[in-house]
């Protein structure tokens, strides 16, 4: 079946460092892949999407690629703000999976100024 | 109009009791899906709807729990004879269309403990 591995975390950053938060996938054909954030006392809302392989999704600063050799969706941004401690979760939807997401168990980030 | 809301916000119950958990969706959303998120965990699939029928209900965890979207709108997820596992947070989320590249939308969540 699919399933999603994100990076252990929790990660912990200092304001305008560089993020990286590993996703990587096993799901068969070609899946659509997200990463939702999860802000303190809000809900889930999406930050970004690539439903092809290559595609890069960007918003807010944040970027990732839809890497199919590696099976990867990792999330990156170049200078991090404390308004970007969150809870990240990589998901995907697939082909035999129709439209159920499936998510990585979440990486808490923390940013402090 | 506005995003998807989830009634109520926080639900306090006795073990063997029953709930409900209601789900307005975004109006226009046809597809309406179910979550359950527990403690430092990631969302786990549920149920979705197409419409009004149960298009994927294989995310249920046993037949205590059923969900119905009587008119293709509203949804009610609701729990029987509730369990102390049973306590997470249930969310909600739709989407335009049902499709593996659609946005889904969630809502706040409904925070559920069994006691």
């Known amino acids: 079946g699919n399933s999603v591995t994100q990076m252990e975390g929790p990660v912990t950053l200092s304001e305008e460092a560089f993020l990286t938060i590993n996703c990587t996938y096993t799901a068969t054909g070609y899946p659509s892949l997200f990463w939702y954030v999860q802000y303190p006392g809000e809900g889930l809302q999406l930050l970004l999407k690539?439903?092809?392989?290559?595609d890069k999704g960007s918003n807010k600063g944040f970027e990732a690629t839809y890497r199919k050799e590696t099976t990867s969706f990792h999330l990156e941004k170049g200078s991090v703000q404390v308004s970007d401690s969150a809870v990240y979760f990589c998901?995907?939807?697939?082909?035999?999976?129709?439209?159920?997401?499936?998510f990585g168990e979440g990486t808490q980030l923390t940013v402090n100024p | 109009g506005a995003g998807v809301s989830q009634t109520p916000s926080n639900k306090v119950t006795e073990k063997g009791k029953y709930v409900e958990l209601r789900c307005d969706p975004i109006?226009?959303?046809?597809?309406l899906y179910w979550y359950r998120q527990s403690l430092g965990q990631g969302p786990e699939f549920l149920i979705y709807?197409?419409?009004?029928?149960?298009?994927?209900d294989s995310g249920l965890p046993n037949d205590r729990f059923f969900a119905v979207r009587p008119e293709g709108s509203v949804s009610t997820l609701k729990i029987q004879r509730t369990e102390r596992g049973d306590s997470a947070v249930y969310l909600c989320?739709?989407?335009?269309?049902?499709?593996?590249?659609?946005?889904?939308?969630f809502g706040p969540g409904t925070r559920l403990l069994v006691l």
């Open positions: 998901a995907l939807s697939g082909e035999t999976s129709g439209s159920r997401l499936t």
């Open positions: 690539a439903t092809k392989a290559d």
């Open positions: 989320a739709s989407s335009f269309l049902a499709g593996v590249w659609e946005t889904q939308y």
């Open positions: 109006s226009g959303h046809t597809a």
């Open positions: 709807f197409q419409g009004t029928g149960a298009a994927d």
